[in-house]
């Protein structure tokens, strides 16, 4: 099995994240992705660089089982190479503010004029539309505007995420955008504009404090690693290293008072249910905190596994690396790369469908590695090629 979207042809202009994990996601179910670069390398090739010729960490993620064109749309040959590749496409995903897409001739009016059956995927930092349109930015303006760095870290210092969240939460709506598109066109034989936003992300994943600060006002207030809604959900340092226990709902709960030796806590007013615990939060957490200072990391997760309570070690990165479940599972594909001391260990999308898998089939590509393949089969003839590279189109 090849993948659902063996046939389906995506042109990824994307950078960075949004766009190109979308595209990534589309490939590992078998379409054909060509990813359009700048002659020199877009700028997140480069991005934590771990390979001989400057590779990024980022980029290995991001474009596996993707072909690689090098390409200036900006100029006449380019552009005609752009109509070309759409004229074979079933959809072009592009994370590129709105005034940057119209320049480069792939705004929705001007792909559709070419292929009326065309589906583009774009996502932007704001939307396209109200005051903010003309800005960009990256995966922290959506932290930042949804409410989610305000109660992380601690009242005096707020924190983003270290991990780009918002960023991944775009690819994955687009993604999800790019099939719905997909089974629409089946039905109707149309294209259409898909659309995602930095920030519409962002204030969706955190849409339920919203709804309880619109309701009833809460105010809520940053905590560190202490949840308000429920507890204990903390981070608690062990003998010899820390853990995660998040204990949410009255079973969880009365198994956790159980453990603790605090039955008598399950008649406590303070602690009647979720919201009042997650109010007294502070005195369960420091309970919490005095039993697993008694026991080491594996102990307590033991502990804790075997009464049901979710708990987790804070791994390291190379923790994570070495650690059972992740290894047993395979979640991590290690593919070679040129100039890699060593395999890079590539997440595969983390679904997996029973009938229809989809897969990590090779690795991301060198800068411009199929390009003279690709304008081949556009029609280019070696005259051709060597004219576009004479002109600095590819």
């Not at 659902?4 to 190109?20: H, K, M, Q, S, T």
């Not at 062990?238 to 998040?246: A, F, L, P, V, Y």
């Not at 249910?273 to 369960?284: P, T, Y």
């Not at 290894?327 to 009938?355: C, H, N, T």
């Amino acid at each position: 099995m090849t993948g659902i979207l063996r046939g389906i042809r995506v042109l990824d202009f994307g950078r960075y994240i949004a766009g190109p994990y979308c595209a990534a996601l589309l490939a590992e179910h078998g379409a054909e992705v060509i990813r359009i670069e700048k002659r020199e390398g877009s700028e997140d090739r480069f991005v934590s660089p771990v390979g001989a010729d400057g590779v990024g960490a980022l980029f290995l993620q991001m474009n596996r089982n993707k072909r690689s064109l090098t390409l200036d749309p900006m100029i006449p040959a380019g552009q005609e190479v752009v109509r070309r590749l759409v004229r074979t496409a079933d959809v072009v995903v592009a994370n590129l503010p709105p005034p940057t897409l119209r320049a480069m001739r792939l705004d929705y009016e001007s792909l559709a004029a070419l292929k009326p059956d065309i589906i583009l995927t774009t996502s932007s930092a704001y939307g396209d539309g109200g005051p903010y349109a003309e800005r960009v930015g990256f995966d922290g303006v959506g932290q930042v505007m949804s409410g989610a760095v305000y109660m992380t870290g601690e009242s005096d210092r707020p924190y983003r995420a270290w991990v780009p969240w918002v960023d991944f939460g775009t690819a994955l709506h687009c993604a999800f955008g790019t099939l719905a598109a997909l089974m629409a066109r089946r039905e109707t034989g149309r294209g259409q504009k898909v659309e995602g936003a930095l920030l519409a992300t962002a204030v969706t994943f955190t849409n339920a404090m919203l709804i309880e600060q619109a309701v009833i006002e809460a105010n809520r207030v940053p905590s560190g690693n202490r949840g308000q809604t429920a507890a204990p959900v903390d981070l608690f340092r062990t003998r010899d290293g820390w853990i995660i226990c998040q204990v949410v709902g009255e079973p969880l709960y009365r198994r956790w008072a159980r453990l603790m030796g605090e039955q008598h806590w399950l008649a406590d007013p303070r602690f009647k249910d979720d919201l009042r615990r997650g109010e007294h939060g502070s005195i369960i957490s420091e309970r919490m905190q005095r039993w697993c200072e008694g026991h080491s990391t594996e102990a307590a997760l033991e502990i804790l596994g075997r009464e049901k309570i979710p708990a987790a070690k804070v791994l390291t990165p190379q923790e994570v690396l070495d650690d059972r479940q992740v290894r047993a599972m395979g979640f991590l594909e290690p593919l070679d790369y040129p100039g890699l001391p060593r395999p890079a260990p590539v997440a595969k999308a983390p679904v997996w469908l029973s009938a229809t898998p989809g897969g990590v089939r090779h690795r991301a590509p060198l800068l411009g590695e199929h390009t003279d393949a690709i304008l081949a089969e556009l029609g280019y003839d070696e005259a051709g090629i060597a004219e576009l590279r004479r002109t600095g189109a590819v």
